[in-house]
T-cell receptor
Framework: AQSVSQHNHHVILSEAASLELGCNYSYGGTVNLFWYVQYPGQHLQLLLKYFSGDPLVKGIKGFEAEFIKSKFSFNLRKPSVQWSDTAEYFCAVNAGNSGGYQKVTFGIGTKLQVIP | NAGVTQTPKFRVLKTGQSMTLLCAQDMNHEYMYWYRQDPGMGLRLIHYSVGEGTTAKGEVPDGYNVSRLKKQNFLLGLESAAPSQTSVYFC???FGQGARGYGYTFGSGTRLTVV
């Protein structure tokens, strides 16, 4: 069964600091990987996704993530965070086989608090 | 705007009462899902549907029922609410899965409190 681990449950940063949120998954086959963001009081929104090709994926609002297959990781990064990045971030994975239903597994989330 | 609409946004129920949460999407998505979100537990899949007229159990289906009579609607029912069902419920939809997946579009959530 696939699983997702997010190592940091609560991160506090000052504005302009660099961000890296860890995500590791366990699944032996081809995977699709996602990062979602949930701003306070709002629903989850897709931040970026990886299906194939360039392992460095760029998303909205200056976020990027790197897929490292050998490490089963898909860490989220941003060079300089802003107060508006305060939110909860969820990593998710599903098997990459085409056709049919493939379960998406979410991590438990990382709460990011950016201090002005 | 196109997207996923959930109703109601808030609800308080007494133990034993029943209710139905409605999810509607206008993106012609085949797949629809109901998740619950609890602190420290992330998102857990309750039920899902891979097309009109189909439903299937997720990770935590007990105490819930669903129906997908129309492609655009996915209903989540609680027959006899329990305090353990106090949670935030999110509906999501997607165009496809696997190599054709484009990620999920989520609704704004329903905050349910069972007293």
């Amino acid at each position: 069964a696939q699983s997702v681990s997010q190592h940091n449950h609560h991160v506090i940063l000052s504005e302009a600091a660099s961000l890296e949120l860890g995500c590791n998954y366990s699944y032996g086959g081809t995977v699709n990987l996602f990062w979602y963001v949930q701003y306070p009081g709002q629903h989850l929104q897709l931040l970026l996704k990886y299906f194939s090709g360039d392992p460095l994926v760029k998303g909205i609002k200056g976020f990027e993530a790197e897929f490292i297959k050998s490490k089963f990781s898909f860490n989220l990064r941003k060079p300089s965070v802003q107060w508006s990045d305060t939110a909860e971030y969820f990593c998710a994975v599903n098997a990459g086989n085409s056709g049919g239903y493939q379960k998406v597994t979410f991590g438990i989330g990382t709460k990011l608090q950016v201090i002005p | 705007n196109a997207g996923v609409t959930q109703t109601p946004k808030f609800r308080v129920l007494k133990t034993g009462q029943s209710m139905t949460l409605l999810c509607a999407q206008d993106m012609n998505h085949e797949y629809m899902y109901w998740y619950r979100q609890d602190p420290g537990m992330g998102l857990r899949l309750i039920h899902y549907s891979v097309g009109e007229g189909t439903t299937a159990k997720g990770e935590v289906p007990d105490g819930y029922n669903v129906s997908r009579l129309k492609k655009q609607n996915f209903l989540l029912g609680l027959e006899s609410a329990a305090p353990s069902q106090t949670s935030v419920y999110f509906c999501a939809s997607s165009f496809g899965q696997g190599a054709r997946g484009y990620g999920y579009t989520f609704g704004s959530g329903t905050r349910l409190t069972v007293v």
